[in-house]
């Protein structure tokens, strides 16, 4: 596998990931700052996805490095043309200049950690009370966090945004008189600040985007 093979390989998981998240080429261009004609060029495969670039797309995305990353070769796969300590290199210096942010998955765990509900449940048709209180706090840890957005949450939890988004505001008026909401809310803002480690081994990935 070549460097070229390699760009095909993060450049086509990373549109796969967009389009599966539900995010639009314009939302991801105004939250990376890449310029949108840029950005457009970049997953059509006419530009190259520098390390910055793409660990700012991958921000945005809610997604890691390994989400897009070729597979290590086993004993009968390919002889990538490419050092391992020149692909540490690369990617410690991304992940310095990149420091991993808290992503919309980071999110939905901690509400279901609070919520005691799983994954399963929360993306659910049911309107119980329980989940959708959920549904509405993971809305809320997200405001803020220019990386994400409403619409990457509603992909995981199968809502529509503005749904979310009215549920977030009902939970809102209900705040100053409930207390047990109260302690709830400053649970999952507390482990939702602390930032994940980051994701996989640059020791276990081959290859480079430079």
């Given at each position: 596998?070549?460097?070229?093979?390699?760009?095909?390989?993060?450049?086509?998981?990373?549109?796969?990931?967009?389009i599966e998240r539900?995010?639009?080429?314009?939302?991801?261009?105004?939250?990376?700052?890449?310029?949108?004609?840029?950005?457009?060029?970049?997953?059509?495969?006419?530009?190259?996805?520098?390390?910055?670039?793409?660990?700012?797309?991958?921000?945005?995305?809610?997604?890691?490095?390994?989400?897009?990353?070729?597979?290590?070769?086993?004993?009968?796969?390919?002889?990538?043309?490419?050092?391992?300590?020149?692909?540490?290199?690369?990617?410690?210096?991304?992940?310095?200049?990149?420091?991993?942010?808290?992503?919309?998955?980071?999110?939905?765990?901690?509400?279901?950690?609070?919520?005691?509900?799983?994954?399963?449940?929360?993306?659910?048709?049911?309107?119980?009370?329980?989940?959708?209180?959920?549904?509405?706090?993971?809305?809320?840890?997200?405001?803020?966090?220019p990386h994400l957005?409403?619409?990457?949450?509603?992909?995981?939890?199968?809502?529509?945004?503005?749904?979310?988004?009215?549920?977030?505001?009902?939970?809102?008026?209900?705040?100053?008189?409930?207390?047990?909401?109260?302690?709830?809310?400053?649970?999952?803002?507390?482990?939702?600040?602390?930032?994940?480690?980051?994701?996989?081994?640059?020791?276990?990935?081959?290859?480079?985007?430079?």
């Amino acid at each position: 596998m070549t460097k070229g093979t390699i760009s095909d390989h993060v450049r086509l998981a990373v549109r796969r990931l967009r389009i599966e998240r539900g995010i639009l080429v314009r939302e991801v261009a105004e939250r990376t700052g890449i310029p949108l004609g840029s950005y457009s060029c970049l997953e059509a495969g006419n530009y190259k996805i520098n390390t910055d670039n793409l660990f700012r797309i991958l921000h945005v995305l809610g997604a890691s490095i390994d989400q897009v990353w070729p597979a290590a070769p086993g004993k009968n796969g390919p002889v990538l043309e490419v050092s391992d300590e020149y692909v540490r290199k690369v990617l410690a210096r991304a992940r310095k200049r990149n420091p991993v942010l808290p992503s919309v998955q980071d999110a939905v765990d901690v509400v279901c950690r609070v919520y005691g509900v799983t994954l399963e449940e929360l993306s659910s048709p049911s309107r119980v009370r329980r989940l959708a209180e959920a549904r509405a706090v993971a809305s809320m840890l997200i405001e803020g966090q220019p990386h994400l957005s409403k619409s990457q949450l509603g992909h995981v939890v199968q809502r529509d945004p503005s749904t979310l988004e009215h549920c977030a505001n009902r939970l809102r008026k209900r705040l100053p008189e409930d207390r047990q909401l109260q302690a709830r809310i400053e649970e999952a803002r507390n482990l939702f600040s602390r930032k994940p480690p980051p994701n996989g081994n640059p020791q276990e990935h081959r290859g480079s985007m430079s």
